[in-house]
């Protein structure tokens, strides 16, 4: 089994800065990619930014120079430093993995969201 745990999400005012990060655990053999989606009320889960274990980085239009995705693969964590943040950006924050497990079978994994609102 695969567990993955969020953390740093909360309350920021327009054009604050937020840190997310994400710990994976379990029977990881291998963990070949690691990312964020986002989902806003009413609207559908989106992809953030992804990177995947060969450095293969990939961004949201939207967030393209203002968010930064980075990896702990010693310790199977994902961060995202967000800046500048917009109203826009207010959502359910998800992190997602694809993981090997022990098995030696291949699948997404998704966290159980953080909050993130931006706001004066």
């Known amino acids: 089994q695969v567990e993955l745990v969020e953390s740093g999400g909360g309350l920021v005012q327009p054009g604050g800065s937020l840190r997310l990060g994400c710990a994976a655990s379990g029977s990881i053999l291998s963990i070949n990619a690691m990312g964020w989606y986002r989902q806003a009320p009413g609207k559908q889960r989106e992809l953030v930014a992804a990177k995947t274990s060969d450095g293969s980085t990939n961004y949201a239009d939207s967030v393209k120079g203002r968010f930064t995705i980075s990896r702990d693969n010693a310790d199977n964590k994902v961060y995202l430093q967000m800046n500048s943040l917009k109203s826009e950006d207010t959502a359910v924050y998800y992190c997602?993995?694809?993981?090997?497990?022990?098995?030696?079978?291949?699948?997404?994994?998704w966290g159980q969201g953080t909050q993130v609102t931006v706001s004066s």
């Open positions: 997602n993995a694809l993981i090997t497990t022990w098995d030696f079978r291949e699948s997404y994994y």
